[in-house]
């Protein structure tokens, strides 16, 4: 299995998206390929691939934000393909994201998961995420 940047959006990683992104959330917009470009274009927000045979078989997107009290990063939208659950993919993507964000200075790795995602999060404690006592909030705006 590889674990790649994606640098470029080609029909094969957009496709790929496309079936991803309902297996994360069934009620987000799939992005289109401007939102994807402008994704692979920023210099804070890293969409990462994994990828077996030509196939790609899982994502995570890892976001660096620079704040006053430091740099942190975030990983965000880690999904793998229903197919190719429970062999070690989702795993490989998160260690390569804590891995490059580590490369890049950055020592500070957060993340949300919802309890009732039982994989996620046990894989992200399995890989040394400890649970923080904050509350996580959201606005809405109508
Ligand atoms: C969470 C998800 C990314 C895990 O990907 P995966 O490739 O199947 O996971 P891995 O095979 O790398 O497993 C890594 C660890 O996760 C845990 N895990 C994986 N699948 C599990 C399951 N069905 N039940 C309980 N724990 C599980 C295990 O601790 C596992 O380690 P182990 O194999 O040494 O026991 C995948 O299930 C998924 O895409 N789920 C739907 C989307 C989602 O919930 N994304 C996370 C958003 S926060």
Redesign the pocket.
């Given at each position: 299995m590889k674990i790649s940047k994606v640098d470029k959006v080609s029909d094969y990683v957009l496709n790929a998206i496309e079936n991803l992104i309902p297996?994360?959330s069934s009620t987000s917009k799939i992005p289109t390929r401007t939102d994807l470009e402008t994704i692979v274009n920023s210099n804070s927000t890293y969409l990462f691939i994994a990828e077996e045979d030509n196939n790609i078989l899982?994502t995570l997107t890892l976001v660096f934000n620079k704040i006053p009290t430091g740099e942190k990063a975030w990983i965000e939208?880690?999904?793998?393909?229903k197919l190719?659950?429970?062999?070690?993919?989702?795993?490989?993507?998160t260690q390569f994201a804590i891995n490059y964000a580590i490369s890049n200075g950055v020592t500070k790795i957060d993340?949300?998961?919802?309890p009732e995602?039982?994989?996620?999060n046990?894989?992200y404690q399995?890989l040394g995420f400890k649970k923080r006592t904050t509350n996580v909030y959201r606005y809405i705006a109508n």
């Open positions: 297996q994360l899982g939208d880690v999904v793998v393909d190719a659950r429970g062999k070690g993919v989702g795993k490989s993507l993340l949300t998961s919802s995602r039982v994989a996620a046990k894989l399995k």
